[in-house]
């Protein structure tokens, strides 16, 4: 086994698969591979062997042989553009679902990111109440765009991709807010994701391993 990936010792959601090395997992089981994981505690995601790794000290990162990657997405791309079965052959295909890859991070996660941030980190302001239903009005208003795009349709643009896997992964972030159950299709859309056996095990790893007994010592 060659690839490492590397994971929060404990993640903050505690093995519930919002963090993004489930979307990592997820893509090598897609495509059959086999992976190892390195455990980052949080105090040590600072440090200078996991800062050589991520220059801003996050989760997940890729290892293989002398390839190291940071960030989600570029791993994913990585991972589908090596293997078959995450991007399409066809080019132009192909070119649409990297579209979707971009589109899922950098036009549909930000506005569901600020939920988190005015829940969690601004919770405390007094300002913070009354930002929240305008937060949640920003996503509503992509909900409807992808809604509307995806129609009736099982996937974003013919068969899974790894478009959709990178889209799935942050419209689940929304689970407890409620709001993806206020667009039918996008919520039979993330359970079809949810469904595929990559997925399961993707899931079911990330939460072992998260709920594996603390090393002593």
Same mark, same amino acid.
Request: proline fraction near 6%; charged fraction near 25%; avoid cysteine.
């Given at each position: 086994?060659s690839?490492?990936?590397? !994971?929060?010792?404990?993640?903050?959601?505690?093995?519930?698969g919002?963090a993004r090395?489930?979307?990592v997992?997820w893509?090598?089981?897609?495509?059959?591979?086999?992976?190892?994981?390195?455990?980052?505690?949080?105090?040590?995601?600072?440090?200078?062997?996991?800062?050589?790794r991520?220059?801003?000290?996050?989760?997940?990162?890729?290892?293989?042989?002398?390839?190291?990657?940071?960030?989600?997405? !570029?791993?994913?791309f990585h991972? =589908?553009d090596?293997h078959?079965?995450?991007?399409?052959e =066809?080019p132009?295909?192909?070119a649409?679902?990297?579209?979707?890859m971009?589109?899922?991070?950098?036009?549909?996660?930000?506005?569901?990111?600020?939920?988190?941030?005015?829940m969690?980190q +601004?919770?405390?302001?007094?300002?913070a109440? !009354?930002r929240?239903?305008?937060?949640h009005?920003?996503?509503?208003?992509?909900?409807?765009?992808l809604a $509307?795009r995806l129609?009736?349709?099982d996937?974003?643009?013919g068969?899974?991709?790894a478009?959709?896997?990178?889209?799935?992964?942050v419209l689940l972030?929304?689970?407890?807010s409620?709001?993806?159950?206020?667009?039918?299709?996008?919520? !039979?859309y993330?359970?079809?994701? +949810?469904a595929?056996?990559?997925y399961?095990? $993707?899931?079911?790893?990330?939460?072992?391993?998260?709920?594996?007994?603390?090393?002593a010592g």
């Amino acid at each position: 086994m060659s690839i490492i990936i590397s !994971a929060f010792d404990r993640s903050p959601d505690g093995g519930r698969g919002l963090a993004r090395d489930t979307r990592v997992r997820w893509a090598l089981e897609e495509v059959g591979v086999d992976y190892g994981v390195r455990p980052v505690a949080w105090q040590a995601m600072q440090e200078p062997a996991h800062l050589a790794r991520h220059p801003f000290g996050q989760i997940p990162t890729f290892e293989d042989g002398g390839l190291t990657l940071f960030e989600s997405g !570029a791993i994913v791309f990585h991972i =589908a553009d090596r293997h078959a079965s995450l991007l399409p052959e =066809a080019p132009e295909a192909r070119a649409r679902a990297i579209s979707w890859m971009f589109a899922a991070l950098n036009t549909v996660e930000p506005p569901i990111l600020d939920i988190q941030t005015a829940m969690f980190q +601004e919770g405390e302001q007094p300002w913070a109440k !009354a930002r929240m239903p305008l937060i949640h009005e920003r996503v509503r208003g992509r909900l409807r765009q992808l809604a $509307a795009r995806l129609g009736d349709a099982d996937w974003l643009d013919g068969a899974f991709s790894a478009g959709d896997l990178l889209m799935v992964s942050v419209l689940l972030r929304l689970r407890s807010s409620g709001l993806l159950d206020e667009f039918a299709n996008l919520a !039979a859309y993330v359970a079809r994701g +949810e469904a595929r056996p990559a997925y399961r095990r $993707a899931f079911e790893a990330q939460r072992a391993f998260n709920t594996r007994p603390q090393s002593a010592g």
